[in-house]
């Protein structure tokens, strides 16, 4: 049995006129433990609902979801997400922040500082431990999430977009960052974005949604050597033909959205 | 600039009156102020009178933020709490404190904090600090700490309190390191009006019979005996000791809402 089996989920929203929004249909798919899973869909996919049936934040409306051979049921101390948006508890440091989840573990201060210390070492912001999050730019308030997702040692950690509000340079600064970091502590990760160039840079397995209603079109290994070379003639292959996938779900909402 | 001018105009007319009854001289309101400790028509000093009110003030407004803070937090959060509580409140907010004092002086008559505790004619400051006083400054006081904070609390971004519950916090915790601490400058806020309004508030109280002591009272006794230069400075005294309440609130506000001001 796989580390994480998503089967035959769907999950169905309610309107604001009582209409039903289909987000998630039929959707099955497994994972592997310590893969690097990449999710890559065009907006209002179902992606980050998907994310939030596997963190356990939201329910499935029918199927299951087995993560090391548990039903997911509510939230677990397996898994831990990582939003887009910024989720800095903005009233206290880095260092406050980056150990939450070991204060909540009831961890004496001094241990859990310094196992803090040790992911803000990580993510490269040593000497911003006493800095509060509006101090710091949206790539670091990123990392600094990531170190705290980190230090709560999940197995599985989810990432939702989590570099999708930043400029390139640093976006490829903290894919390097992250790739480093996935290598050295091996767990297992799933990665949502829309952003294919990322997807191919650092994922063993990406999966392609398809919207309307959210499921899952094609699952692609990607076996390049790391690092990886952007310019490669594979990494340029797999990029042309996930664009292409791309296209032609997008292509087939516009027909659809014509009838 | 604005402070010269008024008190150059009141001089000029408090010549042309000349009648200290109507409007005394600057000078003589003046040296009151810097005499405060100098006893004022044998009710005491003005250092005394504003130890009276503040103590009323401070039990009062304590009381408020005791009740009002904690009430805030779980009407804020809890739907059982809100259904529960937000119909009388409706209904008791529009009220002014001001209104409550008569029937605040007939449930409570003139008892004081001494006379709880058995000691009836004492003369230290508990026996200054009626029950009824303290009722109308702890329901001036209540309101706006009660509601700030349930403003503060209802709006907490989600984000945080998903954020600390896939961090592992339990319901005790995300309420003692999310909740409260991402209310707290509204909380803060509703502490600051809250402290203001029972400051008038009892002013409001003292004026009124079975009164005994306290700056609302003074001001109230000197206009009995047409001593207008004690009735200006006392005046001027609880606009002075207003904003410097205010003024100590708003250095405790900045430093630990430092982080909601910057805030992208």
Known sequence: MSFLRVNDVNKVYHGERKEEVIALADMSFDCEDRELLFIVGP?????????????????????????????????????????????????????????????????????????????????GLTGFEKAYPYELSGGMQQRVAIARALAHDPRLLLLDEPFGALDERTRHRLQAELLAIWQENKKT??????????????????????????????????????????????????????????????????????? | MIPIIIIAVWEFFAIQANNPALLPRVGDVISHLI??????????????????????????????????????????????????????????????????????MAI????????????????????????????????????PIFLNTVHGVKSVKHIYIESALLLGADQKRLFRKVIFP????????????????SWMVIIAAEMLPGSDAGIGYLIMFSYELAEMDILIASMILIGAIGALLSYTVKIITDRTSEWQAKER
């Open chain 1, 43 to 123: 907006t209002g996919c179902g992606k980050t609902t998907l994310l939030r049936l596997i963190a356990g934040l939201e329910k499935p409306t029918s199927g299951k979801i087995i993560l090391d051979n548990k039903i997911v049921d509510g939230l677990s101390h397996e898994t831990t997400l990582v939003f887009q948006q910024y989720s800095l508890f903005p009233w206290t440091n880095v260092l406050n922040n980056v150990s939450f989840s070991l204060e909540m573990k009831n961890i004496p201060r001094k241990v859990r500082h310094e196992k803090a210390k040790h992911y803000i070492d990580l993510v």
């Open chain 1, 189 to 259: 990760v799933i990665f949502v974005t829309h952003n294919i160039d990322e997807a191919i840079f650092l994922a063993s397995r990406i999966l392609i949604m398809r919207d309307r209603p959210g499921r899952i079109d094609d699952d692609i290994n990607v076996n390049l050597p790391r690092p990886r070379d952007r310019r490669s003639e594979d990494f340029v292959k797999i990029h042309i033909k996930i664009r292409e996938i791309l296209e032609q779900i997008l292509t087939v909402n516009n027909q659809g959205g014509e009838q």
């Open chain 2, 35 to 104: 005499h405060p400790f100098t006893d004022l028509l044998n009710t005491g000093s003005f250092v005394r009178h504003i130890c009276v009110s503040a103590s009323r003030v401070v039990l009062g407004f304590i009381l408020a933020a005791l009740v009002g803070i904690p009430l805030g937090l779980l009407v804020g959060r809890y739907l059982l709490f809100h259904r529960l509580f937000s119909p009388i409140i409706e209904i008791l907010r529009p009220l002014c404190p001001i209104a409550w004092i008569p029937f605040a």
């Open chain 2, 108 to 143: 409570f008559k003139t008892y004081t904090i001494a006379d709880i505790f058995g000691a009836h004619y004492t003369t230290n400051i508990f026996g200054h600090i009626q029950l009824g006083m303290l009722y109308v400054i702890f329901y001036g006081g209540f309101f």
């Open chain 2, 182 to 197: 991402s209310s707290l400058p509204a909380i803060l806020t509703g502490l600051k009006v809250g402290l203001g309004i």
